[in-house]
Nanobody, 121 residues
Framework: QVQLVESGGGLVQAGGSLRLSCAAS????????MGWFRQAPGKEREFVAA????????YYTDSVKGRFTISRDNAKNTVYLQMNSLKPEDTAVYYC??????????????WGQGTQVTISS
């Protein structure tokens, strides 16, 4: 089992920044790729970004490329999502997840409880 706890969400104005953190406990952190997903009201959960076990490979959905950066600190069992130039359409609950393959959504079988991000226009 892997337990994931997100933090860092909040309310910011458009153009602002937030940094989300996800602390992991349980099984070996480096055994997992880590991903961030989000779900806006009335919409399906969507992939945002992912990082492989070493941090050497990262992946982003097109709408956040150049604005969001995913990183991980394996010594701290933590993954981060730095979000810059935020837009109202980034408003959602953001979830951290752990899986075996960074690019395969179905491989993510451990999820956090989510953290709310709200961007005002």
């Amino acid at each position: 089992q892997v337990q994931l706890v997100e933090s860092g969400g909040g309310l910011v104005q458009a153009g602002g920044s937030l940094r989300l953190s996800c602390a992991a406990s349980g099984r070996t952190f480096t055994g997992y790729a880590m991903g961030w997903f989000r779900q806006a009201p009335g919409k399906e959960r969507e992939f945002v970004a992912a990082i492989n076990w070493s941090g050497g490979s990262t992946y982003y959905t097109d709408s956040v490329k150049g604005r969001f950066t995913i990183s991980r600190d394996n010594a701290k069992n933590t993954v981060y999502l730095q979000m810059n130039s935020l837009k109202p359409e980034d408003t959602a609950v953001y979830y951290c997840a752990a899986g075996r393959i960074a690019t395969m959504k179905t491989s993510y079988n451990y999820w956090g409880q989510g953290t709310q991000v709200t961007i005002s226009s």
